[in-house]
């Protein structure tokens, strides 16, 4: 789904392909640009992003699944983090005035720095690093301004407390943006009560390898459930589960736990060679609560 996931390597290596000096610019081939629901965003909150190209009228074929790159920077223009993905339709199967449109859900680092920011986008060979010409206002090395935001601090979220049930944090080996917690059996939360409807989001996987069952998830409120779903292996999904005000009840602290009906333990398992002797459920990327303003 997602910003955090996106190696930044990737978009500088892209940059290298810009247009040789006393060449005649390439035409465009698309226009692309991006609708937020919101623009001003809190550090660790989730943010929809609408991404649209047009393709142009006269645009020739393309012959290869181009990949998209997306950065955001901040006022000095540096570099804070990415989003690049595959469109949901392939570049290849692209025409001439098609409009292509999708919407993704990403959550925003906790990174360094509050105030305003660009989103710079295009598209790029992955065979090549090339980058492909656009129709926009491009900001160097055909990486293309399509809108502004302000990102605002961590305080301004509902604040969630890990309480029983979870593993400690861990961090990807080449991408420390990218952080998750284990639960045990069941995990609880606690927030403050928000007093009105809001949505759950939880981003959560296992990554099978030693322990590929599904496994159904409940999402309990008080001694409600609240949601059930099926967890296939393998595979990250991001739930967005909506909790009603009278779901929340009337205390001003609530928890919210998550129930997993089956669990392993790697060292136990005959096709791991893993030592790891800790009780695992489900791997969570995100958890978040966003009250409905």
Not at 21 to 46: I, M, N, Q
Not at 60 to 73: D, I, L, Q, S
Not at 220 to 246: H, N, S, Y
Request: hydrophobic fraction near 40%.
């Amino acid at each position: 789904m997602k910003l955090i996931r996106c190696a930044l390597a990737v978009l500088a290596i892209a940059g290298a392909s810009g247009c040789r000096r006393g060449e005649t610019p390439a035409p465009g081939v698309a226009t692309p640009s991006v609708a937020l629901h919101r623009d001003k965003v809190a550090l660790g909150s989730p943010i929809d992003i609408t991404y649209t190209f047009v393709v142009a009228p006269d645009a020739p074929p393309f012959k290869e699944a181009y990949r998209v790159f997306v950065g955001v920077v901040d006022t000095d223009g540096q570099l804070m983090w990415a989003d690049d993905h595959d469109p949901e339709i392939p570049t290849t199967e692209w025409k001439p005035n098609q409009t292509v449109a999708y919407t993704r859900t990403v959550f925003v680092p906790i990174y360094p720095y509050v105030g305003d920011a660009e989103i710079h986008m295009g598209l790029y060979s992955l065979q090549t690093q090339k980058r492909v010409p656009l129709i926009g206002e491009d900001v160097g090395k055909r990486a293309y301004k399509v809108a502004r935001l302000q990102l605002q601090p961590q305080t301004e979220n509902v604040f969630t407390q890990f309480k029983e049930g979870w593993h400690p944090a861990e961090v990807a080996e080449h991408n420390a943006l990218v952080e998750w917690q284990w639960t045990k059996k069941a995990a609880t939360l606690a927030f403050k009560n928000p007093k009105k409807d809001a949505i759950f989001y939880l981003d959560l996987d296992n990554p099978g390898g030693v322990f590929n069952e599904p496994q159904q998830v409940r999402i309990i409120v008080g001694d409600r459930v609240v949601d059930e779903f099926t967890l296939t292996p393998r595979r990250q999904v991001l739930k967005k589960i909506p909790i009603t005000a009278a779901q929340f009840g009337t205390d001003d602290l609530v928890e919210l736990r998550i129930d997993v009906d089956k669990t392993f333990v790697p060292a136990l398992l005959p096709a791991s060679n893993s030592k790891d002797p800790r009780e695992l459920g489900v791997r969570v990327f995100h958890a978040f609560v966003q009250p409905v303003s």
